[in-house]
């Protein structure tokens, strides 16, 4: 498949891209981010999207943007403020990603989400696709870049059988597929798209190459790490002894998941107790 592989014919292009069109016209969601003239509000949108169900952001997303409307509301937060109302997104390093990029905005771009890629990924927490998912839904970008519904999208209309397909083959006819006219609209219609064949059919994206199964959250590392960024914030300093009295983790569970904390700068200790690190 790799070394045979050529781009579709410009009649397939224009099936998918009607087949796109005609979806999102029929049935396109509506969000609070979409067709905002906000770069701060997309950029926290894309943040709390990574690795996060649409449903489950919307009011985390609402309340985020009424409580820090712009990078320097939330600059001037503390810590543990934003780890309380991150409390229930998980992930929690991401929340601080938002405050260290809020911070790095304020202090490099005068309080201005940054408006080139290469700026973009330089703030903390920023990939390349959250990069060029800022650039298009932000300032309507003609951009290219992949997250898993677009993927899905192009694996059913074009990869309908095959397995273990790269994203070096998705990405050629993602650019020849683009509107580059209207590169925000067919985004949202893009992944609108894919979002509705996960519902009617087998997830395409299982036969992307890139695809992993999330491992079981109960009682897992990253259920611990949630657990104790999550009492920290609301409590105060702990011992990993007041952690594990307190919690149903075992004791090793939760020194392992205060370790990595500890290592990733979310956590410092002190004489024994644990804070949010400020």
């Known amino acids: ?37 906000n770069g701060w509000g997309v950029l926290v949108s894309e943040v709390m999207l990574q690795q996060t169900q649409t449903s489950r952001v919307v009011s985390y997303w609402l309340r985020w943007m009424e409580k820090w409307p712009t990078p320097q509301a939330l600059a001037d937060a503390s810590l543990d403020e934003v780890l309380r109302e991150w409390a229930g997104l998980g992930y929690n390093r991401r929340g601080r990603f938002l405050k260290l990029a809020a911070e790095t905005i304020v202090r490099e771009h005068k309080g201005h989400v940054p408006r080139t890629k290469e700026e973009l990924i330089k703030l903390p927490g920023i990939g390349p696709y ?11 970008e003609p951009v290219v870049f992949i997250e898993t519904n ?9 990869f309908h059988d095959e397995k273990g397909v790269s994203d070096r083959l998705l990405l050629p006819i993602l650019e020849q597929t683009l509107d580059r006219q209207r590169p925000r609209q ?12 996960k519902k009617i059919t087998q997830n395409p ?8 199964r999330q491992s079981p959250f109960k009682g897992s590392l990253r259920e611990a790490r949630g657990y104790i960024v999550r009492y920290l914030a609301e409590q105060g300093p702990a011992s990993l ?6 919690s149903a983790f075992e004791y090793e569970r939760l020194k392992a998941a205060i370790e990595s904390l500890s290592k990733e700068g ?6 024994g107790l644990y804070r949010i690190q400020s």
């Open 1 to 37: 498949m790799t070394s045979d592989f050529v781009l579709p014919e410009p009649a397939k292009i224009a099936e998918f891209q009607n087949a796109v069109w005609d979806h999102y016209k029929a049935r396109g969601r509506s969000f609070p981010w979409r067709d905002i003239d």
């Open 150 to 158: 677009i993927r899905s999208a192009l694996l059913h209309f074009f």
């Open 266 to 271: 979310m956590v410092a200790e002190q004489s």
């Open 205 to 212: 994206s299982r036969r992307s190459a890139h695809y992993t």
């Open 241 to 246: 002894e007041d952690l594990s009295k307190s």
């Open 130 to 140: 959250t990069a060029g998912a800022i650039l298009c839904f932000a300032y309507n």
């Open 186 to 197: 067919w985004y949202y219609a893009l992944m609108d798209y894919g979002a509705q064949l």
